[in-house]
């Protein structure tokens, strides 16, 4: 006679795959490579800690609001108003504390990965015009230096500093 599986069995199949799924998607975020060990000293991450990762909902017109999990594919659907979610992790790396630290307090991290991801409008198009906006320009310059914007904020913030 053909016996069906417990449901405890089946619950544990269903949570390994979300592991499995969400373990794919840690990799998310301003460093491209994945293979690095997130508690080695290049991260600044201590052992049992894991670093900030984002999720990106991007806001559209009803059925064009989208969720993305790496900035190249908000980047490549040039979205222009996104907000960063945190998905996992406890600790910023060192290249996002890096970025919170160049940014003076004019910025916090979950701000920094929001206009990351963003580009086509401020602040990555606008000149740089006061100290605020200066800090955040360097901010972001550290937290996302892959981004398609980058030479454009990196000219206006050299303008402002003259």
Do not use: K
């Given at each position: 006679?053909?016996?069906?599986?417990?449901?405890?069995?089946?619950?544990?199949?269903?949570?390994?795959?979300?592991?499995?799924?969400?373990?794919?998607?840690?990799?998310?975020?301003?460093?491209?490579?994945?293979?690095?060990?997130?508690?080695?000293?290049?991260?600044?991450?201590?052992?049992?800690?894991?670093?900030?990762?984002?999720?990106?909902?991007?806001?559209?017109?009803?059925?064009?609001?989208?969720?993305?999990?790496?900035?190249?594919?908000?980047?490549?659907?040039?979205?222009?108003?996104?907000?960063?979610r945190?998905?996992?992790?406890?600790?910023?790396s060192?290249?996002?504390?890096?970025?919170?630290?160049?940014?003076?307090?004019?910025?916090?991290?979950?701000?920094?990965a929001?206009?990351?991801?963003?580009?086509?409008t401020?602040?990555?198009?606008?000149?740089?015009?006061d100290?605020?906006?200066?800090?955040?320009?360097?901010?972001?310059?550290?937290?996302?230096?892959?981004?398609?914007?980058t030479?454009?904020?990196?000219?206006?913030?050299?303008?402002?500093?003259?």
């Amino acid at each position: 006679m053909h016996r069906s599986r417990s449901p405890r069995v089946a619950l544990v199949g269903v949570v390994v795959a979300v592991t499995a799924v969400l373990a794919g998607c840690s990799s998310v975020g301003p460093d491209t490579d994945s293979s690095a060990d997130p508690r080695s000293s290049d991260t600044g991450i201590g052992a049992g800690a894991a670093p900030v990762v984002f999720a990106f909902v991007c806001d559209g017109d009803g059925a064009d609001r989208a969720t993305y999990t790496t900035y190249s594919a908000v980047w490549e659907a040039e979205r222009a108003a996104c907000t960063a979610r945190r998905l996992t992790g406890t600790v910023p790396s060192s290249q996002q504390q890096a970025a919170v630290d160049a940014a003076r307090g004019d910025a916090t991290l979950a701000e920094l990965a929001s206009d990351c991801a963003v580009r086509g409008t401020e602040p990555w198009t606008s000149a740089v015009e006061d100290d605020g906006r200066a800090h955040l320009a360097a901010g972001l310059l550290r937290y996302c230096p892959g981004h398609p914007e980058t030479d454009r904020l990196r000219d206006a913030l050299a303008a402002y500093r003259g």
